[in-house]
């Protein structure tokens, strides 16, 4: 249905599907429960059972009157949204803006064959500033994203006239499956912290109601502490191995929820996710945009050989998650595909305007970049050989053994062994990292056994004023151990890497830190607008400082922690030459 308003020049609006009807009430009555219950009780006590109807049929009410009051329309350069009842808002996004598309579907939307489209510009909006259209008709709604993203992957002014479904079904016949999700790695789902974050609310929710106090006050907590020691230490143990038990089953259950049936496609313009179990959501994102990418290594992940990957883009979510938990041979396999120059657009992101890229790269170049930046015994200084920067305008090269060819629609999937077999590793995975140096090491031991020292400094002045028993002494002996294994694990995951500007790409950053958390980030280098060398009172005194790289994308700084001075600046001059001018 249109409504074409006198004096409006552009489309009719348009309204939302007529189904949303049967979708806002329910939804709404139940984002109301607590109020419903309180009316109920009210009504119950007081006699009069209105005050239990009421507060129901405004709900209703307010839920039916948006589909009166929602109309959309998409522009030539504008999309518009005007919705409110009692205060009108409009909202209008430059289609030139738009960043992303995606689109949900929970139980209630698919039985009903609808579908909420929302419209990303890569800036953070508050709920009520969000351009969400809730409940369109499903089966329009690939024909409206194929409109809505057809300025992807093509230069800036560039006039772009969308077809619908004949844009959609000819992106679909290219898509190239890079990656896809498989039910034997939901094994990997407790070894990452989101169970401990499913639980820890309710957990704390519960104490806070009094779980702590029934549990310590009741007569078998009064009968454990009655007797030996081992009982409580039994009791503990068991307390902790239910604690585990259910962050493993509560991880497990979000795991397979969220990201049940993943598949990742990339058309060579914009890169397709979908994936959900009772809630399926399809993400599209602009790979004009994308800059990078993140290897996510907790230890437990890394300890079994899984890992997480994640995309570097230019307005989206800082964590763009591409895939989940996953054995480390998919995410490598993934990556290869994303970051190969023949799964992006035309031109290097991020490059100057006609800046291209031939649709090939050969392994040897790769190999090459890679081994030119591996380390040797003591840290030195960056090289900055290598080719120089130069836009490439040029024909693919001719394709042999060591050669990524083209995608074509005869090509097998990338997910299938015969693909798989063909992809070379990337040099963004393989290049050996260029430690840090004896002072970057005796800073992680430092940090780590100072929290020892002051341990061992109580247990001291506790044994002085009361005697205490020899068993409190293993509490520093097995700090001081962990912190050691911690500190050795934290300086063999810091490093970093330069691979110069090729003809088949542009240079990139490779920096690796952390041990619990361990990310590896793959960063373009045109896609850093600025550096930042940053000493703190210590650091200037080893001769260390931490090189921050800014960028639009991502989480908008990348470290490169206590890398020794001199090779802060030839970091720089070979990630982007020429940035630091005359020194």
Request: hydrophobic share 45%; proline share 9%.
């Amino acid at each position: 249905m249109t409504e074409p308003l006198p004096g409006d020049i552009g489309p009719p609006w348009a309204r939302l599907d007529q189904r949303m009807l049967l979708v806002h009430p329910v939804t709404e009555v139940i984002r109301f429960i607590p109020v419903l219950i309180g009316s109920l009780i009210l009504g119950t006590s007081s006699g009069n059972p209105a005050w239990s109807i009421i507060p129901l049929a405004l709900i209703v009410g307010f839920a039916i009157t948006r589909w009166f009051t929602t109309t959309y329309r998409v522009g030539p350069t504008h999309v518009e949204l005007r919705t409110g009842l009692l205060q009108r808002r409009e909202l209008s996004v430059p289609r030139s803006r738009i960043r992303s598309v995606d689109i949900e579907s929970d139980l209630l939307h698919r039985a009903l064959g609808l579908a909420v489209v929302v419209i990303g510009t890569g800036q953070q909006a508050d709920s009520g500033e969000k351009f969400k259209l809730d409940s369109l008709d499903a089966r329009v709604v690939p024909a409206l994203r194929a409109e809505l993203l057809a300025h992807t992957g093509r230069p800036a002014g560039t006039h772009v006239q969308a077809t619908g479904v004949a844009d959609e079904e000819a992106a679909r016949a290219r898509s190239r499956e890079i990656g896809h999700w498989r039910p034997q790695w939901v094994r990997y789902a407790p070894l990452s912290l989101t169970g401990f974050a499913v639980i820890a609310p309710v957990v704390g929710a519960a104490f806070q109601y009094g779980l702590g106090e029934w549990l310590f006050e009741s007569e078998a907590a009064q009968d454990i502490g009655d007797r030996a020691v081992a009982a409580i230490v039994l009791a503990v143990l068991g307390l902790i191995a239910v604690i585990v038990l259910l962050v493993s089953l509560a991880a497990c259950t979000r795991y397979l929820t969220t990201y049940f049936g993943l598949r990742v496609l990339n058309d060579g313009r914009t890169l397709h996710l979908r994936h959900g179990l009772f809630t399926t959501r399809q993400i599209t994102l602009d790979l004009a945009r994308f800059r990078g990418a993140t290897v996510n290594e907790p230890l437990l992940l890394r300890l079994s050989g899984a890992a997480e990957l994640e995309a570097i883009m230019v307005g989206e979510n800082p964590r763009q998650k591409i895939l989940p938990q996953a054995p480390r041979a998919a995410v490598e396999r993934t990556l290869a595909e994303l970051l190969s120059p023949r799964a992006r657009p035309g031109g290097a992101p991020g490059a100057p305007p006609g800046a291209g890229r031939p649709e090939a790269v050969t392994a040897p170049e790769f190999r090459a970049a890679a081994v030119q930046h591996a380390p040797t015994g003591q840290p030195a200084p960056l090289s900055t050989t290598g080719p120089e920067p130069r836009a490439v305008e040029a024909e693919p090269p001719p394709l042999d053994q060591g050669t990524l060819p083209r995608p074509s629609e005869s090509e097998p999937r990338a997910s299938s062994p015969s693909a798989a077999s063909e992809l070379v590793p990337v040099a963004q995975l393989t290049a050996r990292l260029t430690r840090h140096g004896p002072v970057a090491r005796r800073r992680r031991y430092t940090r780590a056994l100072s929290p020892v020292v002051l341990l061992t400094v109580a247990v001291l002045a506790i044994a002085l004023d009361t005697p205490v028993s020899p068993w409190w002494w293993l509490l520093p002996v097995v700090a001081a151990a962990l912190a050691v294994a911690l500190a050795e694990d934290r300086y063999r995951g810091l490093g970093h890497a330069v691979l110069p500007r090729t003809e088949a790409g542009p240079a990139w950053l490779i920096t690796r830190a952390g041990s619990l958390d361990r990310d590896r980030d793959c960063l373009e280098a045109p896609g850093v607008i600025g550096w930042t060398v940053r000493q703190s009172f210590w650091q200037r005194r080893s001769g260390v400082a931490t090189v921050i790289a800014a960028t639009a994308a991502g989480k908008k700084r990348y470290h490169v922690i206590d890398i020794p001075l001199p090779q802060a600046w030839a970091l720089i001059e070979a990630v982007t030459p020429g940035a630091l001018g005359r020194r």
